[in-house]
T-cell receptor
Framework: GAVVSQHPSWVICKSGTSVKIECRSLDFQATTMFWYRQFPKQSLMLMATSNEGSKATYEQGVEKDKFLINHASLTLSTLTVTSAHPEDSSFYIC??????????????FGQGTRL | GENVEQHPSTLSVQEGDSAVIKCTYSDSASNYFPWYKQELGKRPQLIIDIRSNVGEKKDQRIAVTLNKTAKHFSLHITETQPEDSAVYFCAASRGTGGYNKLIFGAGTRLAVHP
């Protein structure tokens, strides 16, 4: 149990285009999902927290108009990088927390998306 | 603000030796402390976690200790094997589980040499 699937695993895009990344909890209902960004050989930096059906809470310094987050259902959250530019290149990882995961309420991570 | 410091940044051991990674947190309201293992290009995998009502937890070769007074917690890996080589991250959060945001340490790159 506790499988989180992220798609796509990698994406290449032209400057100025938008990229959508999906994060799905496959075998549990994720009431809360988190989006992280990770630069090479660095730690995970939290970008935002999203709860199903409500607006995401962004961390300080993260542009909410640049990184659009939608958490429309208990199994799906999406991150859209709008007007992507080279400085947005990074490894984006989602995590999910929810009930029904063998009694655990910890966070489980998707496999990441390399943009 | 909330901060988690992790040491050392790199650790090299011989197979069979023990490895210890230490973390210190700043937010006294933190009460959940997971450890994640991340192999190159892959997702972080939870290996062990501890909550503030427990001082120590063990799972086979892996153990975690927590000192709430000093605000630090440590990961202990015994009888290390080459497949333990990876980057290990500690984290801290408020609340009792995954619904609260995790503050990650900078990571420790562990290399286990045969």
């Amino acid at each position: 149990g506790a499988v989180v699937s992220q798609h796509p695993s990698w994406v290449i895009c032209k400057s100025g285009t938008s990229v959508k990344i999906e994060c799905r909890s496959l075998d549990f209902q994720a009431t809360t999902m988190f989006w992280y960004r990770q630069f090479p050989k660095q730690s995970l930096m939290l970008m935002a927290t999203s709860n199903e059906g409500s607006k995401a809470t962004y961390e300080q310094g993260v542009e909410k108009d640049k990184f659009l987050i939608n958490h429309a259902s208990l199994t799906l959250s999406t991150l859209t990088v709008t007007s992507a530019h080279p400085e947005d290149s990074s490894f984006y990882i989602c995590s999910a927390a929810g009930e029904g995961v063998s009694g655990s309420d910890t966070q489980f991570f998707g496999q990441g998306t390399r943009l | 603000g909330e901060n988690v410091e992790q040491h050392p940044s790199t650790l090299s051991v011989q197979e069979g030796d023990s490895a210890v990674i230490k973390c210190t947190y700043s937010d006294s309201a933190s009460n959940y402390f997971p450890w994640y293992k991340q192999e190159l290009g892959k997702r972080p995998q939870l290996i062990i976690d501890i909550r503030s009502n427990v001082g120590e937890k063990k799972d086979q070769r892996i153990a975690v200790t927590l000192n709430k007074t000093a605000k630090h917690f440590s990961l202990h890996i015994t009888e290390t094997q080459p497949e333990d080589s990876a980057v290990y991250f500690c984290a801290a959060s408020r609340g009792t589980g995954g619904y609260n945001k995790l503050i990650f340490g900078a990571g420790t790159r562990l290399a286990v040499h045969p």
